[in-house]
């Protein structure tokens, strides 16, 4: 099993920055990859960045380089640092993993931090 808790979100004003933390615990045999996902309210979930095991990165094509996904192995945690915020990105940040254990491959999700760009 995998706990993920997510930090960091918070009130910018666009073209600020801010750096969400996903702090990951728990017993696995092997990660597919852990990233970072949003929902917009009234939209669908979508991918922000994901960091694979062997180091791929994906970037969802609005990042446009704006957003650095990281890892922090002293710290077991994902880090997502986003700059140049857009009021568009105001949404509920998830952090997500897709994992295998004992159970076979599996997702876990933790439970979201909220950020607000005001204009």
């Known amino acids: 099993q995998v706990q993920l808790v997510e930090s960091g979100g918070g009130l910018v004003q666009a073209g600020g920055s801010l750096r969400l933390s996903c702090e990951v615990s728990?017993?696995?045999?092997?990660?597919?990859?852990i990233g970072w996902y949003r929902q917009a309210p009234g939209k669908q979930r979508e991918l922000v960045a994901t960091?694979?095991?062997?180091?791929?990165?994906n970037y969802g094509d609005f990042v446009k380089g704006r957003f650095t996904i990281s890892r922090d192995n002293a710290k077991n945690t994902v880090d997502l640092q986003m700059n140049s915020l857009k009021p568009e990105d105001t949404a509920v940040y998830y952090c997500?993993?897709?994992?295998?254990?004992?159970?076979?491959?599996?997702?876990?999700w933790g439970q979201g931090t909220q950020v607000t760009v005001s204009s």
């Open positions: 960091l694979g095991g062997g180091g791929t990165l």
């Open positions: 728990g017993s696995t045999i092997r990660f597919d990859y």
């Open positions: 997500k993993a897709n994992f295998y254990d004992r159970f076979g491959w599996r997702d876990a």
